[in-house]
């Protein structure tokens, strides 16, 4: 069985003790998908830049872990601004389920980092996470959700933007790592690296995560979510332009007139 639109993971309700849960469910909330993972900034293959790629290393022996994670730092380092295509599946094992949704993504590096995450199909929204606040915008209900995320937002660097920007010894800090092969992805030759959680606030909640580094970039080009359930949540991401100039009103959203402001937390 496979469909568009169904809530992949649990929504956030005022009283709920896991952040993890929380920022999972700001990008995946009303029918929509992620974490965001989600939600994201990285840099997929084929890289556009103005930037200079670091040091693509594709046709050579497979990098080993200390080599990938070396390389991914430098990526991360160079890192300043990121948009993308979006493709997130979510699959409900016991029920044989999917649920697809598709958009678009803006990051700006930065303390903290601003992220847009427009998801256009089956259903119109748009999620911004901006100075630890985060919005969601209903233009079907023509409603603007406020979201605080004060002392949540080292989970925005653990969880949303898994490898994205965020230097390794911070991963390190968050999850063991392993090396498990290298494998094509759509034409682009990826390490695939196995995450295991080490906090409690996220093993409560993943059990894993795979993520495939493409060796052109050495950012992720798609990540794999594993729950304790069995579910799993696929981000995907294409056409990534890397380091271009992205406009400042971007990383803010003008509601249609008359829109309903609501605080959930």
């Known amino acids: 069985m496979s469909r568009k639109g169904r809530n992949p993971l649990p929504e956030l309700v005022p009283h709920h003790s896991s952040l993890v849960t929380a920022l999972r469910a700001l990008v995946t909330r009303h029918s929509s998908l ?3 993972l989600l939600l994201a900034a990285g840099l997929l293959s084929p890289m556009r830049t103005g930037a200079v790629a670091p040091f693509p290393r594709k046709g050579k022996l497979p990098p080993d872990l ?6 991914m730092n430098d990526a991360a380092k ?5 948009s993308a295509n979006l493709t997130y599946t979510k699959v ?3 029920v044989n389920d999917k649920s697809t949704e598709e958009g678009r993504l803006f990051f700006r590096k930065g303390k903290p980092p601003e992220i847009r995450i ?3 199909q089956p259903e119109s929204k748009v999620i911004l996470l ?3 606040k985060a919005e969601i915008y209903l233009p079907k209900i023509n409603q603007l959700q406020e979201y605080s995320l004060e002392q949540k937002s080292g ?3 653990e969880f949303l933007l898994l490898g994205f920007g965020t230097e390794t010894g911070e991963l390190k800090k968050s999850y063991s790592l392993r090396y498990i092969k290298e494998e094509d992805l759509e034409g682009d030759t990826t390490a695939v690296l196995e995450l295991t959680p080490r906090k409690e606030s996220l093993t409560s909640q993943l059990t894993k995560i795979q993520m495939w580094v493409s060796e052109e970039s050495w950012l992720p080009s798609q990540q794999q979510f594993f729950e304790p359930g069995g579910d799993y949540l696929i981000a995907r991401y294409r056409e990534v332009k890397v380091n271009l100039r992205i406009l400042p009103s971007t990383f803010e959203i003008h509601p249609a007139e008359g829109a309903k402001r609501v605080k959930m937390n």
């Open 34 to 36: 992620i974490t965001a």
């Open 66 to 71: 200390s080599e990938i994670l070396s390389r």
């Open 78 to 82: 160079r890192l300043r601004t990121l």
């Open 92 to 94: 409900t094992v016991l």
């Open 118 to 120: 427009e998801m256009q």
């Open 130 to 132: 901006k100075k630890n």
């Open 155 to 157: 989970l925005v660097e």
